[in-house]
């Protein structure tokens, strides 16, 4: 009987005490009372060592913290509030007092019945519910010493052995589970045995903390069944038949390759067969697309056996020579090791149906890949019009160490129930091996289990022994039939160890010793159901044998192939992204001026509000400047730039969305992409009206939560999934961009060159000096910068019909410093043949700044207009001096080079001091280098002194990345040397900038009064300077 599971693992009690004496293995003890803990042992001992039957507990003193921190006199106080109002107590409730008050003592059977008596059995069997996941077999190898707490002890409830054939009355219940089945009337035993198995079997399952009774009412349907649920033999086999696969892999990928790292899966073999049933049976419920994010562990298995990669190229990557296929203009970029790779397959499902998997490449950083599936998953529902979020689902699988330790974790998990962030549930699978690298849960995390941070999502989390493969099956299933139905996240949390070290090479003994000693001990998951089924009778040995040597000689064959085996092109390109352009093949540079006609008609439609909508008086005002710049077509601002790039995107089909803290009014309250009804609070977001019937998500501009890693992690596996969005991410201040570093370093920066993967991810940071203190000036331009490829000491082929610098640079980064270059650089970013992360440094002040404004003509394609140069009407990537100097200008003395709104400050002085001898070169692209035009304005000034000017600090800003492309410029044309490029700026500084805004001003006034000084400028902050 599984309530006597206590003593099946007695030969490993004394192993347990050993080890939590010797403290080297995680004991997560409750502090429980001691005392009324003795039922146990008077069912699990021989009567002689029982210890003396526990008086009963009265119901006020009994701790109810299971019944989710209600007081202690719950059940009285429950009474007395149904005696009142019936209504005020759960529906469960009211049928428990409905059946018992007043007839107990009438019903037939229960005539020695108290009322009390009844009540308590029924916190019993609540307490089971809540806490039975405590006395759950878990642990395959019997280590966790676990208290299990007072309240599942029927002695707690006044029930000594004497009662256990004694019949008590549960009631007829409305509830579903185990109080359903219509048998009022049941003994202590029958009513413990039902209990202990469903809840302190293999499985532990926690889901009394959901507040929804629907779903827990479906999970007792599903968990308190009337017999314990059993394979037939045909699953049995099938279940069989991939632990085998599984399990050989390993041992062959043991044998092989015995010095490799591969991060090995033994001590988890069955998340195989579980990952395999569960995802036939979400295909079953009409799933058709799953994407799926993982880590290192297992890695390899998961892409043989459940995505089928070709098991010759897997193992064709552990060899060092292995060949790559020489088919020219074939774009490699850097690699990775092969356990971050990521695949897609279509797969057939044992019902016959077929499902789509991505596995997404990732970094070696943990779980920072979780919101990038998440978003991508939902870009996927987009696309496909998957409105109920059924045919597209996330799975990610975890580590015990990283679930509870990695913030991004949190962030992840708080995107998915958000209305544009949701996916309709992920399914989260924990390899729980119940170490990390060489450090115990006790030392990884503060909370019982490594899955509690789920329990702040109301998902219901199922712990399973890992070493019960039906029981994992059985739990993975339940995962995937409890997304489909409510739509929601689900834990499956695999309990199982890891048979060697951290990866193959290391050592477990150093620092596990006795555990290890256990492990080294204990059958494998195969061994335990080859046993089991071979005592069934539903296997015999030969057919064992006969799949195993199959196995054994397809792994053996494969192996000897991948020794001739060609690396095939890099599956770089899913579908949605044929014909796009590798690094290596030119694309065609193309215009983004749109026809004036249609400019007017979506700026018109943009600017509209209903009539009846009240908006606020500021905004009513905002909206019909925006009108009046339209109608004059002079003036535009910031925002009309923005809106008409995403209006015009939108008109051409694509899909638009912007996210980020407080985007939809904008931070700085220049948006207002999203009005709000003044009266009843509706919203009207006009970019929603820019064509009649525009489907409601086609612009979607969203606040976030307020995460930068999760949120730009999601937008960033949004955008890779097609090729027709425009993608952004704003953050509110560009500093808060660190707290999403890893996204920058790991993915974006990267991710092309590793993985072979395009985004054209626009990321928008504020960034400008303008005395608002340290954390609010800068968005740390340097270091978007100091991760560019190019070298700096290189000229890249510049002519129009060869270049593609851009191509081949791993993100741009732009500095627009006009509402129309603003415009052109979205609009860009769609309009060619490849896609390339941008980062902006967005503006601030300029967003109201009164020079800062656009005319119409500047973005529309209508030659001599503006905005039309050489080529038509395009992103400018370096804005020449606006005094229209000559193609030769000797008279200029100076030089200035600068980018970002430092130019209008630079440009106010001069005409204050009517200074006309000193040009200014806005440089709007920083990354990649315009050399081009630079050297086109070096050789209109051929005197002048060459000026790099910014607001940041010396050791920060663009300097150290301009000043040896500067040089390299200038070397190509024969100007100078290094020496010559003079600097002007904030001295080098630790902080981004100062708390004081006298200090600020006087720092700005100095770089101002510098730049445009009569005398010729030293290097400052050196020791040469004077
Ligand atoms: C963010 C991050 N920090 C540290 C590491 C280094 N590291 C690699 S594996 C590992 C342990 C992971 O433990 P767990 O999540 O339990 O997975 P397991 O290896 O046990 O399967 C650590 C600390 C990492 N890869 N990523
Ligand atoms: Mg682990």
Redesign the pocket.
């Known amino acids: 009987m599984a309530w006597f599971r206590a003593s099946s693992c007695l030969g490993n009690l004394a192993i347990r005490r050993s080890l939590s004496q010797g403290g080297s293995y995680a004991v997560r003890a409750r502090n429980l009372p001691s005392q009324n803990r003795c039922f146990h042992s008077t069912i699990f001992k021989r009567k002689e060592q029982a210890s003396p039957v526990p008086r009963a507990v009265p119901l006020s003193r009994l701790a109810d913290s299971f019944l989710d921190g209600t007081s202690s006199v719950y059940l009285e106080e429950l009474q007395r509030a149904w005696e009142a109002d019936p209504n005020s107590v759960d529906e469960s409730w009211d049928n428990f007092f409905r059946n018992f008050v007043g007839q107990a003592s009438g019903s037939p059977g229960v005539s020695d019945q108290t009322i009390h008596e009844s009540m308590r059995l029924l916190l019993l069997v609540r307490s089971y519910q809540v806490n039975g996941h405590l006395k759950a077999n878990l642990d395959p190898l019997c280590l966790e010493e676990r208290e299990i707490p007072d309240e599942l002890d029927p002695a707690f409830y006044g029930f000594t052995e004497t009662d256990l054939d004694r019949e008590f009355f549960i009631g007829v219940w409305s509830m579903s589970g185990f109080l359903s089945e219509n048998r009022p009337v049941q003994t202590l035993r029958s009513i413990l045995t039902r209990l202990e198995q469903a809840y302190c079997g293999s499985i532990g399952y926690e889901y009394m903390h959901i507040e929804d009774r629907e779903k827990c009412n479906w999970l007792r349907e599903k968990i308190e069944t009337p017999i314990p649920m059993q394979y037939n033999k045909d699953r049995r086999v099938v279940i069989l038949d991939r632990l085998i696969w599984s399990t050989q892999f390993e041992n062959f990928l043991a044998t092989k390759m015995k010095t490799a790292k591969r991060f090995g899966l033994e001590g988890g073999e069955t998340l195989i067969p579980g990952m395999k049933e569960m995802f036939d049976r979400a295909a079953d419920m009409g799933v058709e697309n799953i994407v799926v994010g993982m880590?290192?562990?297992g890695r390899l298995n998961v892409l043989g056996n459940v995505f089928r990669k070709p098991l010759r190229q897997i193992f064709s990557e552990f060899d060092k020579n292995s060949k790559l296929e020489d088919e020219t203009g074939l774009y490699t970029g850097t690699g990775d090791v092969k356990y971050h790779l990521g695949t897609s397959y279509d797969r057939p499902t044992r019902g016959g149906k077929r499902f789509h998997l991505s596995l997404v490449a990732n970094p070696?950083?943990?779980e920072a890949v979780d919101p990038v599936v998440i978003g991508k998953t939902r870009a996927k529902q987009y696309f496909s019009n998957d409105l109920d979020r059924t045919r597209n689902m996330a799975v990610l699988i975890h580590?015990?160490?990283?679930f509870a330790g990695?913030g991004v974790v949190y962030e992840t998990l708080h995107l998915s129930a958000l209305p544009n962030y949701t996916t309709g549930g992920t399914i989260h699978i924990v390899?729980n091996?119940q170490?990390?690298?060489t450090t115990d849960p006790r030392s990884g995390r503060s909370s019982q289990y490594c899955t509690d941070v789920a329990k702040a999502l109301n998902a219901p989390i199922f712990h399973v022994n890992g070493d019960n493969i039906e029981a994992v099956v059985h739990v993975c299933e339940l995962a995937a039939q409890w997304r489909q139905t409510f739509h929601s996240d689900v834990v499956v949390d695999i309990v199982c160890y890891?048979r060697f070290g951290?990866n193959e090479i290391d050592e477990p003994f150093f620092t596990q010793p006795k555990m290890y000693k256990v492990i080294q001990k204990h059958p494998s998951s195969l061994e335990i159901y080859k046993n089991k089924l071979l005592e069934s009778g539903e296997v015999t040995q030969e057919d064992i044998d006969r799949t195993q040597k199959k196995v054994e000689s397809i792994l053996s064959e494969e192996f000897l192939n991948s020794k001739d085996y060609v690396q095939q092109r890099r599956d770089w390109l899913s579908t949605n992204w044929e014909g796009f352009k590798s690094p290596e093949q030119l694309s065609r540079i193309r215009n983004t001026g749109v026809n004036p006609d249609i400019l007017k008609k979506v700026g018109r439609a943009i600017t509209v509000l209903p009539e009846d909508f009240k908006p606020h008086r500021a905004v009513k005002k905002v909206y019909e400047d925006r009108a009046r710049m339209i109608e004059t077509g002079e003036g535009l601002d910031w925002a009309m730039g923005e809106a008409l790039a995403f209006a015009t995107l939108l008109v051409e089909g694509n899909h638009v969305r912007l996210s980020g803290q407080d985007v939809e009014r904008g931070t700085f309250s220049h948006r207002h992409a999203m009005v709000h009804h003044q009266e009843t609070g509706d919203k009207y977001c006009p970019l929603d009206h820019v064509m009649e019937n525009q489907n409601e998500e086609m612009f979607t501009v969203s606040n976030s939560s307020l995460s930068e890693f999760g949120v730009l992690g999601f937008e960033l596996g949004y955008s890779m999934e097609n090729p027709d969005a425009l993608v952004l991410w704003e953050a509110q201040f560009g500093d808060f961009a660190n707290g999403a570093q890893v996204i920058f370093d790991q993915f974006l920066s990267s991710g092309e060159s590793k993985w072979l993967r395009q985004t054209g991810l626009v990321v928008l940071l504020p960034h400008g000096y303008d005395g608002q203190g340290p954390e609010h000036s800068s968005a740390r331009l340097e270091r978007f910068l100091q991760m560019s490829g190019e070298n700096p000491y290189e000229i890249p082929q510049m002519d129009p019909t060869h270049r593609n610098q851009i191509q081949k640079c791993n993100w741009q980064v732009v500095n627009a410093t006009t509402p129309a270059n603003y415009f052109h650089v979205l609009r860009r970013q769609i309009h060619r043949e490849f896609r390339k992360p941008l980062i902006v440094m967005s503006p601030k002040n300029l967003l109201r700044y009164k020079f800062c404004k656009s005319n119409l003509s500047e973005f529309d394609d209508i030659q001599g207009h503006e905005g039309f140069d050489k080529q038509g009407t395009r992103f400018k990537r370096l804005i020449k001096d606006q005094n229209h100097h000559s193609d030769l200008e000797k008279g200029i003395r100076r030089l200035v080079l600068c980018s970002g709104k430092v130019y209008y400050e630079l440009d106010e002085e001069r005409q204050r001091l009517n200074v006309n001898d000193i040009a200014i070169c806005r440089v709007e692209q920083l990354c990649p280098f315009p050399y081009d035009l630079i050297q086109r304005e070096l050789k209109r000034y051929p005197n002048a002194e060459i000026v790099w000017c910014q607001e940041e600090p010396m050791n920060m800003g663009a300097y150290t990345y301009i000043a040896p492309r500067l040089y390299t410029a200038m070397m190509g044309i024969g100007r100078g040397s290094v020496e010559d490029i003079k600097y002007v700026g904030r001295a080098p500084s630790a902080a981004t900038a100062t708390g004081f805004l006298k200090k600020h001003q006087n720092e700005q006034a100095e770089i101002l009064r510098l730049a445009m000084q009569p005398e010729p400028i030293n290097c400052p902050y050196s020791s040469h300077s004077n």
């Open positions: 880590p290192h562990r070696s950083h943990l580590g015990d160490g990283s990695q390899v091996n170490v990390a690298f890891r951290h």
